[in-house]
């Protein structure tokens, strides 16, 4: 009982100076980024998509009038149980004018036998093999020879695409012609099968459903996803294709932009990806992913910083806002948290409950009314409500911790050229290019 006391007694005597100072990192990095600018974009967002309607019709008549040939490249490795369902997912969709090029990477299932019979039955255009693995950037790039579409679309074999998926990523090309790429928008499918597919579907909903849109309608947004994206075709041959990953989606998205082209996220072009049902295997494809963002954030494309000929401000905000609040804040917040353990020791545990407490209802507050626009299933946003207080463990430490670690190992060591995600071979390779 002394406990809650002391604890009342110190939120409700706590006053607005010392709330700010202890509170700092939640309101100004959290609370104002993450939910008051993504609130004020959105509503822009919706009355701007009213205003861009007719013109997307146009662009969607136009698109229906010229029926372009769309190239359907599927690279994967292992993913033989998947195509099927996948195929399925492609051969019904409203766009028919499609040419379906699965890459097997030198699988050792029964990806081959699968494949070759898909190609036999005229369920897929072609089927290709590496029989000696390259990567994913490898197999997607040996599609792109045998691409015969005006636009390319890249897709992962673990996933299901809604109907109409594959002209509603496609339309925004006709809308502007300086569109490179377009990214559509991945859900999260396998929602009910844990608590971590829990909450990376509330996390997936936060940072693809809504981040992304407020991301693009600023001008920087910066990663395809690699589960669903679209590209000229012309472009992606300018730009010579895939570089070897990890982080070959958001490394290609920086390759178009610093060409010139726009790249911009599609919400309505929705993909649904099963997600890693363990915090295990979470936490390795998180790894995996952080490390691309030293990798090539920080070394690759950091012209992307300097003053060069091909230097843009769009580009160079684009990267500013994603370090600053990726890496830099990351390492801020144990700064903050020794900050609080030097000069508020006494404090500390209510300071810790009161965070908590403040993430939780933000958390809630920010999906409830996010969901407002409907950006993703009714369903699976009520099924999820229970989750959200859950966000605060999920994003404040689980990821953080993750994160830290990977950046911190590809600082150090480039422990991505290391990664057995990519062949040895292609990684070396890689390192010795420094892409």
């Not at 010229?66 to 099927?84: A, C, D, M, Q």
């Not at 570089?243 to 790249?263: A, E, H, Q």
């Not at 508020?344 to 999906?367: D, E, G, H, Q, R």
Request: net charge positive; charged share 20%; proline share 3%.
């Amino acid at each position: 009982m002394k406990v809650f006391t002391e604890f009342y007694s110190f939120v409700s005597n706590i006053g607005f100076e010392k709330f700010f100072r202890y509170f700092y990192f939640f309101v100004l990095f959290e609370f104002m980024r993450f939910f008051v600018l993504e609130l004020i974009v959105l509503i822009y967002w919706v009355f701007a998509k009213r205003s861009r309607s007719t013109a997307m019709s146009e662009a969607y008549i136009e698109l229906l009038a010229r029926r372009p040939l769309i190239s359907v490249v599927v690279p994967g490795r292992n993913e033989g149980k998947h195509l099927f369902k996948l195929v399925e997912s492609l051969r019904n969709q409203t766009y028919t004018n499609l040419q379906i090029i699965v890459v097997d990477d030198g699988s050792d299932d029964d990806t081959p036998i699968i494949g070759r019979n898909l190609e036999k039955r005229g369920y897929i255009d072609m089927f290709l093999r590496n029989d000696v693995r390259g990567g994913k950037a490898s197999a997607a790039n040996l599609a792109i020879r045998y691409a015969r579409g005006e636009f390319i679309v890249a897709l992962d074999a673990d996933c299901n695409y809604q109907p109409d998926a594959i002209e509603k990523i496609i339309v925004p090309f006709y809308y502007d012609r300086a569109i490179g790429g377009v990214g559509g928008n991945v859900q999260v499918y396998n929602y009910e099968e844990s608590v971590a597919t829990a909450c990376q579907a509330i996390e997936y909903y936060n940072a693809i459903s809504v981040g992304r849109i407020v991301s693009s309608e600023l001008g920087i947004y910066r990663v395809i996803s690699g589960a669903f994206g679209a590209f000229r075709r012309d472009a992606i041959e300018k730009i010579g294709g895939w570089d070897v990953g990890p982080g070959m989606d958001g490394d290609i998205s920086v390759k178009l932009r610093k060409m010139g082209y726009k790249v911009i996220f599609e919400p309505d072009a929705v993909c649904r990806t099963n997600a890693p049902n363990t915090f295990k295997k979470l936490a390795k494809q998180r790894l995996r992913w952080d490390k691309s963002l030293i990798r090539f954030r920080l070394r690759k494309h950091f012209d992307v910083f300097l003053p060069t000929r091909a230097f843009t401000w769009v580009n160079f905000f684009s990267f500013l806002e994603n370090v600053f609040y990726n890496i830099f804040l990351n390492f801020k917040w144990y700064f903050y948290i020794g900050d609080m353990i030097l000069n508020s020791l006494s404090f500390l545990p209510f300071i810790i409950v009161t965070n908590i407490i403040l993430y939780a209802v933000f958390n809630i507050l920010k999906y409830l009314i996010f969901s407002l626009f409907r950006l993703n299933r009714m369903e699976s946003v009520m099924y999820l409500l229970p989750y959200t207080p859950l966000m605060v463990f999920y994003f404040g430490y689980f990821l953080r911790i993750v994160r830290t670690r990977a950046y911190l190992q590809e600082l150090i060591f480039k422990a991505s050229y290391d990664d057995n995600w990519n062949p040895a071979k292609s990684s070396r390779a890689a390192k010795a290019l420094r892409i």
